[in-house]
């Protein structure tokens, strides 16, 4: 694999044509970010994409076709152009770009000068369960769980690992058992026909906490937290799987059984962590070895020897026995953390990504 040869624009190019190229080039590539950052004090800026899930260096601008650039961004996203010290958030309309999505803008201070993060929200995202590229035994046990009235649905992992696309998965599959779904999300990433979606806005006082408060006078039969982030929510959560609704949510642990651990610290009691959660879910995303250069770097994959990534999940459907278990939080006893690697390793060995995806992934060789 050899490094990509950033694109070098001239000072003198139009700024809103230098953006429509930087989105145009992002969207083909299937990044999910644009990176705008500046190298050094009063020099040149670089443009990183996000490309399954690692920044790659796509542009370099002069400081003044930059600053022009970021100001076009600022102000299709409606926030103060002369404001560079404060962070700020927008959104730009696909009608405005020409983009299949709308773009979500967020600008911060750095040493350097401003940062900007354009997260580009692309309709290819939308799959269905078959789509993901789950294995058959992970695809088994989420079918067998969301028919069921009642139970918690947990999925675990690092931020960026998949688990908003899987929960969307999912969700297409609820929605068409007519079933009422609520969702609280933060942000709505693909608005799905027939469910009720609910945007988290913290500046107005609309927190995870505050409308999981509300969500069960909405009569729901499927209830989505994007995320249970403090004791409020868990607290909602459980209570929720405990008369009767489904309820579907993310939690930040590094492992199946170390999603018991960090319920316990948000002060869910022994007795609702043995009867709540009915299948837990933990998932990496790996980056698939390019299929054009078999990983060596060409123009399809931008260099980097991947194009695509897979997922990698761990399942622990919870019965009668792990129940047991949980009432006298022995975890320890529980379905060892090598599961996730030992499911990886056969990905490595079949070709489909290699040791050094491995080893970025999951920290070790396999």
């Known amino acids: 694999m050899i490094a990509p040869t950033p694109t070098e624009f001239s000072a003198t190019e139009d700024a809103p044509s230098v953006l429509r190229q930087l989105l145009e080039r992002a969207v083909a590539s299937g990044a999910s970010d644009l990176h705008l950052q500046r190298l050094t004090p009063g020099g040149a800026w670089m443009v990183r994409f996000r490309l399954d899930g690692v920044l790659v260096p796509v542009a370099r601008l002069s400081p003044d076709l930059a600053e022009r650039v970021s100001g076009r961004v600022k102000y299709l996203a409606g926030l103060k152009t002369y404001v560079e010290t404060l962070p700020q958030e927008g959104r730009i309309d696909r009608a405005a770009i020409a983009t299949p999505d709308d773009l979500r803008v967020s600008t911060y201070p750095t040493v350097l000068g401003e940062k900007l993060v354009l997260r580009l929200f692309t309709t290819h995202e939308s799959r269905t369960l078959d789509q993901l590229g789950l294995s058959a035994p992970t695809l088994r046990s989420l079918r067998a769980f969301l028919p069921q009235p009642a139970g918690l649905l947990l999925f675990t992992g690092p931020a960026g690992s998949g688990k908003t696309t899987t929960i969307y998965a999912c969700l297409r599959e609820l929605a068409e058992g007519g079933r009422h779904v609520v969702t609280v999300e933060d ?7 027939g469910l009720t979606q609910t945007e988290i806005d913290e500046a107005r006082g609309l927190t995870f906490a505050e409308a999981a408060r509300h969500l069960l006078r909405q009569d729901p039969e499927i209830l989505v937290i994007g995320e249970i982030r403090d004791e409020q929510t868990a607290a909602v959560a459980m209570r929720a799987a405990l008369t009767g609704h489904l309820l579907v949510s993310t939690l930040h642990a590094g492992s199946c059984r170390g999603v018991f ?16 959660p009915g299948l837990v879910v933990n998932q990496r995303l790996f980056r698939r070895t390019c299929t054009h250069c078999a990983g060596d770097g060409c123009p399809q994959c931008l260099e980097t020897g991947y194009r695509g990534r897979m997922p990698v999940a761990e399942c622990l459907p919870i019965n ?9 939080r022995a975890f320890t006893t529980l379905q060892p ?18 040791r050094r995806e491995f080893l970025r992934i999951l920290g070790h060789e396999p």
Do not use: F, W
């Open 187 to 193: 942000p709505v990433e693909q608005i799905i026909p």
């Open 261 to 276: 651990d960090r319920l316990l610290s948000l002060g869910v009691d022994p007795s609702s962590l043995a009867a709540t």
């Open 320 to 328: 009668e026995a792990v129940r047991t278990v949980l009432r006298t």
């Open 337 to 354: 953390e090598t599961a996730l690697a030992t499911e990886a390793s056969l990905l490595v060995q079949a070709g489909h990504t290699d």
